[in-house]
């Protein structure tokens, strides 16, 4: 345990990693890159953006405004 001072004399006391002897097991892997995210259901980087979530947000109340509409016709139109 480092004992308390000055940040120079806890650097002092830190553990140096030291090089594994020969004949020891290898370490963990290393990490796996980050890959860029591929294009979801073929929508581009802008699509992904301010703009795009705005666009995609239209898009599905445009969609639940028809289904309404159609469903208001539907039933005033039914004889009753």
């Given amino acids: 345990m480092p004992p308390d001072g000055t940040p120079a004399?806890?650097?002092?006391?830190?553990?140096?990693?030291?090089?594994?002897?020969?004949?020891?097991p290898p370490g963990p892997p290393p990490r796996p890159r980050i890959v860029d995210e591929p294009g979801i259901l073929g929508l581009s980087r802008l699509t992904r953006g301010r703009f795009g979530s705005r666009l995609f947000n239209l898009f599905f109340v445009l969609v639940f405004v028809v289904i309404l509409v159609q469903m208001v016709s539907a039933i005033l139109e039914h004889p009753w």
Avoid: K, Q, T, Y
Wanted: charged residues 45%; proline residues 25%.
């Fill in 9 to 24: 004399e806890r650097r002092l006391h830190e553990e140096i990693p030291r090089p594994r002897p020969p004949g020891w």
